[in-house]
């Protein structure tokens, strides 16, 4: 990869981190409103955060594509931009806690 990837690469990243930033994480932050997606399984209930949708997104991107081509720039855009989705669900506090037992169902 050139210089002007690893350019590409950073401000993809930055610029998904961003965007999750100022959609997701100011708005939960300054309001009473909670979003997230849940998985409930019986009793349990599974917290799905970003970095898990977006890992899977990579992981099937990856799968798709062919390691005998040459790595398109839009695809190598697309995983930089999940990436920094990715890094915006750090800044929780509970980034780490996927199963919640007696969940409350509102």
Known sequence: MKQSG???????????????YILNYK?????NKIQKLIL???DDCY??????????T??????GY??????????????????G???EDFLYKDWNI???NNCNIN
């Open 98 to 100: 996927i199963k919640k």
């Open 66 to 83: 062919t390691l005998r081509d040459k790595p398109k720039i839009w695809i190598i855009n697309v995983i930089s931009l999940l990436i």
């Open 6 to 20: 690893y350019t590409s690469v950073i401000i993809y990243v930055v610029f998904g981190f961003s965007l999750m």
């Open 47 to 56: 917290h799905i955060h970003h970095y898990i949708t977006s890992a899977f």
């Open 27 to 31: 708005r939960v932050k300054y309001s």
């Open 58 to 63: 990579i992981l099937f991107i990856l799968l």
């Open 85 to 87: 989705v990715a890094l």
């Open 40 to 42: 409930y399984i019986n």
